[in-house]
T-cell receptor, first 114, second 116 residues
Framework: DVKVTQSSRYLVKRTGEKVFLECVQDMDHENMFWYRQDPGLGLRLIYFSYDVKMKEKGDIPEGYSVSREKKERFSLILESASTNQTSMYLC?????????????FGEGSRLTVL | GEDVEQSLFLSVREGDSSVINCTYTDSSSTYLYWYKQEPGAGLQLLTYIFSNMDMKQDQRLTVLLNKKDKHLSLRIADTQTGDSAIYFCAERGALLSAFGNEKLTFGTGTRLTIIP
């Protein structure tokens, strides 16, 4: 079974703090994604990566950056957390081209910024 | 950008059929998906349909696709309490990014509540 593990299920941070959200997948998937989930807005794509050290902006990249130094690990960074970044963050991975495109999700990291 | 729309809430009596609807705008969609999210968990793929199909059945689940109207539905027969969850529609287009069509666009999710 594919496993996507997000290191922190719940975090509470203060405005202005730097926040790291870590995600690891164990199935050698090429693609990794960070989404945020907000009630009534569904899932919105922040960033994705299709290879080590490669990244592409999603729909809402402002205020976020990412790092992919190893194939299995994809980190989301909030350089200076703000209250409007309080949300559920979901990491996902998928195989590369020529597949059904199924995303495998982690359990989510709920971030509260005070 | 592309858009995927769903109703936010649906309530169904236990044992009845649930029908969750979704509309999308991307006429070049290749795959369409239904994901389920249980409380406190991530999303899990329930089923998907390729865009050249109009129906797919998998046990209690039936997916109908009307490509002309860009309408997707998920029917759950004999709805049980364990079906209580948020259901997300998603589509995969054939567009945009440098490496191909790997991104999925999700709807807002429909919260399904089962009435005993």
């Amino acid at each position: 079974d594919v496993k996507v593990t997000q290191s922190s299920r719940y975090l509470v941070k203060r405005t202005g703090e730097k926040v790291f959200l870590e995600c690891v997948q164990d199935m050698d998937h090429e693609n990794m994604f960070w989404y945020r989930q907000d009630p009534g807005l569904g899932l919105r794509l922040i960033y994705f990566s299709y290879d080590v050290k490669m990244k592409e902006k999603g729909d809402i990249p402002e205020g976020y950056s990412v790092s992919r130094e190893k194939k299995e690990r994809f980190s989301l960074i909030l350089e200076s957390a703000s209250t409007n970044q309080t949300s559920m963050y979901l990491c996902a991975s998928s195989l590369g081209l020529a597949n059904t495109g199924e995303l495998f999700f982690g359990e989510g990291s709920r971030l509260t910024v005070l | 950008g592309e858009d995927v729309e769903q109703s936010l809430f649906l309530s169904v009596r236990e044992g009845d059929s649930s029908v969750i609807n979704c509309t999308y705008t991307d006429s070049s969609s290749t795959y369409l998906y239904w994901y389920k999210q249980e409380p406190g968990a991530g999303l899990q793929l329930l089923t998907y349909i390729f865009s050249n199909m109009d129906m797919k059945q998998d046990q209690r689940l039936t997916v109908l696709l009307n490509k002309k109207d860009k309408h997707l539905s998920l029917r759950i027969a004999d709805t049980q309490t364990g079906d209580s969850a948020i259901y997300f529609c998603a589509e995969r287009g054939a567009l945009l990014s440098a490496f191909g069509n790997e991104k999925l666009t999700f709807g807002t999710g429909t919260r399904l509540t089962i009435i005993p």
